[in-house]
């Protein structure tokens, strides 16, 4: 399962320099590209409002 990105998302751009894949697309809210996600979960480890989890 790949992480995703809710509306809580501030834009801050912390998320982006810690995807090892380049999966995160900057935007008002950011988006996460399911089909590049490894799942390592070094996003949701450094999001400073918790916007990020894993998609169910």
Not at 26 to 38: K, Q
């Amino acid at each position: 399962m790949a992480y995703v990105i809710s509306d809580e998302c501030i834009a801050c751009g912390t998320c982006i320099d810690e995807c090892p894949v380049d999966a995160i697309a900057e935007g008002d809210i950011y988006t996460i590209d399911a089909d590049l996600c490894t799942d390592c979960g070094s996003c949701a480890e450094v999001c400073p409002v918790d916007a990020i989890s894993i998609a169910e």
